[in-house]
């Protein structure tokens, strides 16, 4: 039995022992929502209203909306549980006996050959594929830490706990992407690599975002970022991008803050060092001026002060052939679709969303602002849209709303 966005809600709810009073005055919506939520008048809210009412209630915004935890696909030598084991090495703690050892180690090369691989899996959307491989590559990775420690691989291995973090907090498994965020900035403590505990910081925002925990990942990003500044004169462009990586990292979070203008300051000032830097990929991910210039699309709908219609026109700005990674491409386009649909163009915004979907097929099922979005136009809907319910079907939503 399929349960509802209100189920959930009351369910917490009550297990909180709130009234629907007391749950309204938390987390600043009118006690009206609540109530139509609750008794299925209503079968969604905006994103806003959704990431609200899930702070008041202390859980994250995917167990309120029910967002996919899984891959499509099975595998037999990987998988989400294999990936949580992987992260979760029992040889790492102390007094714990283990047998770590493996019968046949591979090189360094073909070891850091394959995080190449695993790296280009993530950024094209491949998470059943990479799910599959990522255990082992994080236990391989390991072995040849033991037998090879150069800084080389230590810098490699923390770009795959990377990956694994990545893939654990677009799962709906922030807390093991913690575990592996942690990993990886030991890892690139062990690598001597400044930059790569940047982009480590960097990740940990992002999965602190995810958590709910928005001071802190603002925090945290903007220090690393003051603390790794190059000199304009003298930077490099991986620092560049870098740096520009945190502010960026920073100002998603200072939006949901409501902090829209020191979240516009952020984005400016990574701006101006994409334009420094030029493109880079570099540290497992991409930097330039339209890598930018899409969080300001992203930015404009976060926090309760919704500006859909600042959004589009930040979204006049970008280029989307310019957008070097699938994965970031669909992202930005939902955005998009979120902004077409709040100003009352539901036709467009639906063809965005099927665009999305025909991309990336399986990234946009963990996606919970897809849904969220979803779920708005099917409850709008004036005439029975067939192309909207087969999506919804295809997202999880239940059509029968």
């Known amino acids: ?10 369910s917490l709810r009550e297990f909180r022992d709130l009234t629907q009073e007391q749950l309204a005055a ?8 609540i109530r139509k939520l609750e008794q299925g008048q209503r079968q969604s809210a905006r994103i806003t209203t959704l990431r609200a009412l899930a702070r008041a209630l202390d859980v994250q915004l995917e167990r309120l909306v029910g967002q996919p935890t899984m891959t499509q696909q099975l595998t037999d030598d990987g998988g989400l549980l294999a990936l949580r084991d992987a992260i ?42 990479l799910s ?15 037998e090879t420690p150069t800084e080389r691989v230590w810098q490699q291995l923390a770009l795959a706990y990377q990956l694994a973090a990545c893939l654990a907090t677009q799962a709906g498994h922030p807390d093991w992407a913690y575990t592996a ?13 400044p930059l790569m505990e940047g982009m480590g910081v960097s990740t940990l925002s992002w999965v602190l975002l995810r958590q709910g925990r928005w001071e802190q990942a603002q925090d945290i990003a903007v220090r690393k970022a003051e603390a790794l500044e190059p000199s304009f004169l003298r930077g490099s462009p991986a620092q560049f991008a870098v740096y520009g990586n945190l502010l960026v990292a920073a100002a998603t979070p ?16 990574a701006e101006a060092a994409a334009v420094r830097s030029g493109p880079v990929r570099a540290y ?13 699309v992203n930015i404009a709908l976060a926090g309760t002060d919704n500006r859909p219609e600042v959004a589009l026109e930040f979204a006049d700005d970008v280029r989307v052939s310019e957008i070097s990674r699938p994965v970031h491409s669909a992202s930005y386009r939902v955005d998009v679709a979120q902004a077409q649909y709040q ?12 665009e999305v979907e025909r991309d990336q097929p399986e990234w946009i099922r963990l996606q919970a602002l897809a849904s969220a979005t979803v779920r708005e136009m099917l409850e709008a809907e004036r005439r029975r849209n067939t192309p909207l319910r087969s999506l919804a079907a295809r997202l999880g939503v239940d059509p029968a709303l």
Not at 27 to 33: F, K, P, R, S, Y
Not at 254 to 269: N, P, Q, V
Not at 287 to 296: A, G, I, P, W
Request: net charge negative; glycine share 8%.
């Open 132 to 146: 599959g491989i990522l255990p082992l590559l994080l236990r391989d990775g390991r072995a040849v830490a033991r």
């Open 343 to 354: 100003t009352g163009d539901s036709e467009a915004a639906l063809a965005t969303l099927l």
């Open 181 to 193: 965020v942690e990993k990886q900035l030991a890892a690139a403590a062990r690598a001597s690599d």
């Open 88 to 129: 979760q090495d029992l040889g790492a703690l102390p007094g714990v006996p283990v047998d770590d050892d493996l019968e046949d180690v591979p090189s360094e090369h073909a070891w850091v050959s394959s995080v190449k691989v695993a790296t280009t899996r993530y950024w094209r959307g491949e998470y059943s594929e």
């Open 284 to 296: 497992g991910t991409a930097f330039s001026v339209v890598d930018v210039r899409t969080q300001k």
């Open 26 to 33: 938390r987390a600043g919506v009118h006690v009206d929502t």
């Open 254 to 269: 200072a939006a949901r803050r409501d902090d829209h203008d020191r979240a516009i300051e952020l984005l400016s000032g």
């Open 1 to 10: 039995m399929n349960t509802t966005i209100g189920d959930r809600i009351r």
